[in-house]
C-alpha cells in the first residue's frame, strides 16, 4: 500500500492499482479509482479546492444539520452544517479488520482515519458551542469497494441532535441511461413538487430530483447503467438515501457546477440519517456505507 500527505490531502493506492484521495477540508473523498484507473466520483470542473466553499463533487459529509437548519439545536448553521467546511486532521492508516459491514474485501484494503471535534473548527457556531463532540471518518479502500464510516462520539456533557448524509456525487456516463434500483414502492418526500410520494419502478432522471426516501438499510440500493448494476450500496446504520439531480435549470444557478452540462455527468445517491439522532452525552453513534463499483 502507498500512501502520500501532505498539508491539504492524503492519497492512498493498493499495489493492484486501485486509490483513494482525501482533502483535508471536509474530509471530502475527492477520487476513488477503481483498477484501470476509471474514476467513481464525479468532480465539478469548477469545484472549490481552496477550502472557500464546499466541495461541488466527491463526498462532502453533511453534519449536524442536512438542508437548511431546521430544528432548534442548528438554528443558524450553514446549509449542511460545518463538517464539510472544516479542515480534519489526517490520523493515519490502519488495516481494516474492524469493518463492521458483511463481506468487506479484507487484507488487500488499506483504511485511513481523518478527525474532527469542536476544538478544531475555525469558529464555532455559537449554537453548537455549548456542545462538544468528536468524529472518527474512516474511508477504507478495498479491491473493488469502497467504505466511508463515521463513529460520532458525545465527549462534552450535553445531549445534542444531529443529522448526517455521505453526499456522493456518482460519476456516470450519461444520465439518461441511468436508474435507482432498490426505492420501488418506498414513500418520499418530494423536495421539488411537495408533498410524499412513491413510485412503482427503478428511479430515472429527466428533470430536477430532489427526494429524500426512508427505507430500511437492509435493503440493497444499486445505480444502474444502461441496465447493468454499476454501483452497489450497502449500509449500516444509515435509514435514509437522498437522491438528487439539478437538472438543467438548476445547474445553472450553480456557480460552481461545470462543464454546462454537468448534470448528464452525475447523480447524488446519497445515504445518512436524515431523521434527527439524539446523542447523549459521553454516547458514539456509529454509522457508514459501503460501495461496491462493477
Ligand atoms: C442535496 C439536497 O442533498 O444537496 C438538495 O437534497 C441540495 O436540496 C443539494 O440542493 C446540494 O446542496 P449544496 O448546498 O451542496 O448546493
Same mark, same amino acid.
Given at each position: 500500500v502507498s500512501i502520500s500527505e501532505d498539508n491539504s490531502r492524503v492519497t492512498a493506492s493498493?499495489?493492484?492499482g486501485e486509490s483513494v484521495e482525501v482533502l483535508l477540508f471536509g474530509a471530502t473523498v475527492l477520487s476513488w479509482k477503481t483498477a484501470k484507473g476509471k474514476e467513481n466520483l464525479f468532480v465539478s470542473s469548477k469545484a472549490h479546492l481552496d477550502g472557500s466553499k464546499?466541495?461541488?463533487?466527491g463526498i462532502p459529509l453533511v453534519f449536524p444539520n442536512f438542508g437548511p437548519s431546521s430544528n432548534k439545536a442548528t438554528e443558524g448553521l450553514p446549509q449542511h452544517g460545518f463538517a464539510r467546511t472544516s479542515k480534519w486532521?489526517?490520523? *493515519?492508516?490502519?488495516?481494516? !479488520?474492524?469493518? %463492521? &459491514?458483511?463481506? #468487506?474485501?479484507?487484507?488487500s484494503s488499506v483504511k485511513l482515519d481523518?478527525?474532527?471535534?469542536?476544538?478544531?473548527?475555525?469558529?464555532?457556531?455559537?449554537?453548537?458551542?455549548?456542545?462538544?463532540?468528536?468524529?472518527?471518518?474512516?474511508?477504507?479502500?478495498?479491491?473493488?469497494?469502497?467504505?466511508?464510516?463515521l463513529?460520532?462520539?458525545?465527549? *462534552?456533557?450535553?445531549?445534542? !441532535?444531529?443529522? %448526517? &448524509?455521505?453526499? #456522493?456525487?456518482?460519476?456516470?456516463?450519461?444520465?439518461?441511461?441511468v436508474s435507482v434500483s432498490g426505492l420501488e414502492k418506498v414513500s418520499f418526500a418530494d423536495k421539488v413538487g411537495g408533498g410524499n410520494k412513491e413510485e412503482s419502478g427503478a428511479i430515472t432522471v429527466s428533470s430536477e430530483?430532489?427526494?429524500?426516501?426512508?427505507?430500511?438499510?437492509?435493503?440493497?440500493?444499486?445505480?444502474? !447503467?444502461?441496465?447493468?448494476?454499476?454501483?452497489?450500496?450497502?449500509?449500516?446504520?444509515?435509514?435514509?438515501?437522498?437522491?438528487?439531480?439539478p437538472?438543467?435549470?438548476?445547474?445553472?444557478?450553480?456557480?460552481d457546477l461545470a462543464p454546462e452540462d454537468a448534470y448528464k455527468r452525475f447523480i447524488c445517491v446519497e445515504t445518512g440519517s436524515v431523521s434527527w439522532n439524539t446523542l447523549e452525552a459521553g454516547d458514539t453513534w456509529e454509522g457508514g456505507q459501503r460501495i461496491k463499483a462493477l
Open positions: 493498493l499495489p493492484t464546499a466541495v461541488r463533487g486532521e489526517y490520523l *493515519g492508516k490502519s488495516s481494516s !479488520e474492524s469493518s %463492521t &459491514l458483511p463481506n #468487506s474485501s479484507g487484507d481523518f478527525g474532527l471535534s469542536n476544538t478544531m473548527l475555525d469558529k464555532i457556531p455559537s449554537e453548537w458551542k455549548d456542545y462538544q463532540f468528536g468524529i472518527t471518518y474512516s474511508v477504507t479502500l478495498g479491491r473493488d469497494d469502497l467504505e466511508t464510516s463513529a460520532i462520539r458525545n465527549t *462534552g456533557e450535553k445531549d445534542f !441532535e444531529f443529522q %448526517t &448524509l455521505l453526499h #456522493s456525487y456518482w460519476a456516470i456516463d450519461n444520465i439518461s441511461n430530483v430532489d427526494r429524500v426516501y426512508h427505507v430500511d438499510p437492509s435493503q440493497e440500493i444499486a445505480i444502474i !447503467e444502461k441496465d447493468k448494476p454499476r454501483f452497489e450500496f450497502t449500509r449500516d446504520m444509515l435509514p435514509d438515501v437522498v437522491v438528487w439531480n437538472w438543467i435549470e438548476k445547474s445553472k444557478t450553480m456557480s
